[in-house]
């Protein structure tokens, strides 16, 4: 064994070493060492992809020759990098700043040392300050923000650019290679079938962004052990149960179109072989242990066969003013559409003062365009495809934005107060439909 093959097992022993005794000491002393496990990876996973992102778009390290690695960089190294920066604070604990300063001074030393098996260009520095500003200091933040449940905005845009960021490009980037192909693959088409295939890719992608963005208003996010506060049965998963998966199964299926890489379609058959029989069986179990009324949901919602229309088990309300004559327009169109489970009521009649019109199921409501858009997810899929995408975070504000700029702004809604009101106008699909 030469100078570098020993100097590349001794970082991920070393590693392994820390994050055994962290884990003994941590399960000793406080006993809750399984409830950081999951934040305590899904840092690592975070460390794992920026080192490779990095070193695939950079040349500021040369490293020697290893027996299994990726984008040049050896495995031991890439494991132990992640289990230094992304397990071990999870597991220990403590101020991020003080892990920042120790592992960035730890990380100096050690790069300077490792000469047999690493050689560190001029401007090494700059790889190493830009490797802690997308790896060290988002995986620090990730960790402690899904062990303490913190900060749900920060952790779903973290976990949404960590899950892109793997089954986007690193799975990709490595089948492409193992082809010999490079992205320029994908876009080397006529204009009309690149027109296709992002159609396509849009489609597929607009399911699962609606997913995690009813995940994040419920308290979770995309990840299985940071789940949300109550089980999610609106939006996409009114249709179908995974629409994540199915969403990232259906954008590597483009991949592998676009490219021809018949590596890449053998990773996308293992992908979707992994959710039908693992991941499919694993959600059966646990959200039936934690949500008593998920069995009656998976009699109803199917995984990968999506519904024609929603399975809807809490009516909700659309309230559509009836002296706005566009109002009034709108909701007759909804209407016409016979949404499943939707009863529409006189804005004018509303328990409070309303100034746009208002979705409304038990506590949760939305207003303007959005109240639409929901509207609109309670008809049929093709329907509610386009409710999904109208209210995606991004989206719905500046759907809003240009409405209001049409004329179609809040307004002064006269009350009439009252009893209950009833229907604009009886509709029997409003109730026939509420649990087909």
């Known amino acids: 064994m030469d100078s570098a093959d020993l100097a590349r097992n001794l970082v991920l022993a070393w590693a392994l070493a820390l994050v055994v005794v962290a884990a003994g000491v941590r399960h000793a002393r406080t006993g809750d060492l399984l409830p950081r496990t999951p934040a305590a990876f899904l840092a690592a996973l975070w460390v794992w992809v920026a080192i490779h992102a990095v070193e695939a778009t950079t ?34 604990g403590g101020p991020r700043a003080a892990w920042l300063v120790g592992l960035a001074w730890l990380d100096l030393v050690a790069m300077r040392a490792a000469d047999p098996l690493v050689g560190l260009g001029p401007d090494w520095l700059l790889g190493e300050a830009l490797l802690l500003v997308v790896g060290l200091v988002p995986a620090l933040l990730l960790g402690r923000a899904t062990h303490e449940r913190r900060w749900l905005t920060l952790r779903v845009v973290l976990q949404g650019v960590l899950f892109t960021a793997m089954f986007g490009w690193l799975v990709p980037s490595v089948a492409l290679a193992r082809d010999g192909l490079t992205w320029s693959a994908l876009v080397d088409h006529s204009y009309p079938v690149r027109s296709l295939l992002l159609t396509a890719a849009v489609v597929v992608g607009v399911p699962g962004l609606a997913a995690v963005a009813d995940l994040a208003r419920a308290g979770g996010t995309p990840y299985p052990w940071d789940p949300p506060t109550r089980l999610v049965t609106t939006g996409p998963y009114a249709y179908v149960s995974n629409p994540m998966q199915m969403a990232i199964a259906g954008l590597m299926v483009v991949l592998t179109i676009a490219s021809g890489s018949v590596t890449l379609a053998a990773c996308t058959a293992f992908s979707i072989a992994f959710s039908v029989v693992l991941a499919e069986r694993h959600e059966r179990e646990s959200l039936s242990r934690r949500w008593p009324e998920y069995a009656d949901y998976r009699r109803h919602v199917h995984a990968w066969w999506p519904r024609w229309r929603p399975w809807v088990p809490e009516p909700a309300t659309l309230w559509v003013s009836r002296t706005c004559g566009l109002c009034a327009a709108t909701g007759d169109v909804v209407e016409a559409m016979e949404p499943t489970g939707l009863t529409l009521r006189a804005a004018e009649a509303a328990p409070t ?29 093709p329907r509610a495809w386009l409710g999904w995408w109208m209210r995606l975070p991004l989206v719905a504000p500046w759907l809003q934005r240009v409405a209001d700029a049409c004329g179609l702004g809040p307004r002064t809604i006269p009350s009439t107060a009252g009893p209950t009101p009833g229907p604009t106008r009886p509709h029997p699909s409003t109730t026939q439909r509420v649990q087909p």
Do not use: I, K
């Open 59 to 92: 040349s500021w390290w040369t490293w020697a020759s290893a027996p299994v690695a990726l984008f040049d960089v050896p495995a031991e190294v890439s494991l132990g990098w992640a289990l230094l920066w992304g397990v071990l604070p999870v597991l220990v």
């Open 353 to 381: 003062g309303l100034t746009r019109m208002r979705w409304e199921s038990g506590a949760d409501h939305s207003d303007g365009v959005a109240a639409f858009a929901r509207a609109l997810e309670q008809t049929t899929l």
